[in-house]
């Protein structure tokens, strides 16, 4: 799944490029130009791993922003950009609690290796052994262990697979999952999503224990024996 980025940023034209850049990085933006869009966005579901604020901007600037955001998220990572390259706006984001700080204008290229070294460093590291059942998965070859067959993973699998592992015992529903890995939600995504969920059926077939049942209208539940 795409690491998802919370990017405010009050300039229409640098908030674009900056976006476009981000997602050809294979990053998903959420782009808010105006602080004040963020309050309903704090308060309730908070999907991002990262925020990029720009420091000055209109109405709100990033480090009041900043504060609003690790109140209600005391971990979440903060990136400040700025126009202003001051030793006391260093100290004054690093008091706050900011994870890295950049001046505008700043190469992309440097840009998204301080993200992925923020993101190394908060993240939680990706196991790659998983025990499931009677198999066990290695998500570094996508293959999946047993002692009758192995079975070797298409990228989608394995992301569906980890999505519902990360469900397990849950009510999922189908609109969810779209979205979180299909990022669009049509008949034919939703087509694709029942071949997937068939596959992955077959797949398990020798833990009679392992279970993806469809929930009519709604989605799935599952129960993996981890």
Wanted: net charge negative; hydrophobic share 40%.
């Amino acid at each position: 799944m795409k690491v998802k980025i919370l990017l405010a940023e009050d300039d229409p034209d640098f908030g674009m490029i900056l976006k476009q850049y981000l997602e050809l990085e294979d990053f998903e933006v959420a782009w808010f130009q105006n602080p004040e869009d963020l309050t309903e966005v704090i308060s309730g579901p908070f999907p991002y791993q990262l925020g990029i604020l720009d420091i000055m901007m209109p109405n709100m600037d990033g480090f009041s922003l900043a504060k609003i955001i690790l109140k209600a998220h005391p971990n979440f990572p903060v990136l400040f950009l700025t126009a202003k390259n001051q030793k006391i706006d260093r100290l004054t984001g690093l008091k706050i609690g900011a994870d890295d700080y950049i001046a505008k204008p700043c190469d992309p290229e440097e840009l998204v290796l301080r993200i992925r070294n923020v993101l190394k460093r908060t993240l939680p590291a990706v196991e790659t052994k998983i025990r499931i059942g009677r198999y066990n998965l290695d998500t570094e070859k996508l293959l999946l262990y047993h002692p009758a067959e192995n079975i070797r993973l298409t990228i989608r699998e394995q992301q569906l697979l980890l999505y519902l592992l990360q469900h397990n015992h849950k009510t999922i529903k189908r609109d969810d999952i779209l979205d979180s890995l299909w990022e669009t939600n049509d008949y034919f995504t939703g087509r694709s999503l029942d071949v997937f969920i068939s596959r992955l059926r077959k797949y398990f077939q020798h833990d009679p224990e392992i279970k993806i049942q469809s929930l009519r209208g709604i989605g799935f539940e599952v129960d993996f024996p981890v």
